[in-house]
């Protein structure tokens, strides 16, 4: 009797962790958004940015390998006014307290943003090098 009462236990005990472990998995994707303005023209993945843009990463679409990083015209996700969408490049940095665009200046004048990271995380997204890895609008 003893020995089907640990069985009950040690079987309930793997469930419950089970349970717990998959909610904690998918409570991971998640989006995220920030609103920036550049008030100098900025190049991103080919495009050039200058004023009010809202960026926003999808966590889901990241880990199916689709485009997870949006960047719409303005401070709302229109569809419309989707300037431009690419697969990030995760990479690993010290938490932020804001949102941080981190830059070069690849010629004179000509500024390239390179990785966005927003408040509150440890993870930058690098902007790929590869071209056709987005769509212009």
């Known amino acids: 009797m003893k ?20 909610t904690e998995a998918s409570n991971t994707a998640r989006k995220q958004s920030a ?20 960026f926003v ?9 689709e485009a997870c990083t949006y960047v719409y015209e303005g401070n709302a996700p229109i569809p419309k006014k989707l300037v431009v969408s690419f697969h990030c490049v995760p990479v690993q940095r010290m938490k932020a307290k804001n949102f941080i665009l981190r830059s070069v200046e690849t010629s004179p004048g000509l500024i390239e943003l390179q990785e966005f ?20 609008k």
């Open 3 to 22: 020995s089907i009462a640990f069985f009950v236990l040690v079987l309930s005990a793997l469930i419950i962790g089970s349970v717990s472990w998959e």
């Open 35 to 54: 609103v920036t303005n550049f008030h100098r023209a900025v190049v991103l993945h080919g495009v050039t940015l200058k004023g009010e843009y809202l």
């Open 57 to 65: 990463h999808d966590d889901a679409a990241m880990q199916r390998g």
């Open 117 to 136: 990271q927003f408040a509150g995380d440890t993870e930058g997204h690098g902007v790929p090098t590869s071209i056709d890895q987005h769509l212009n």
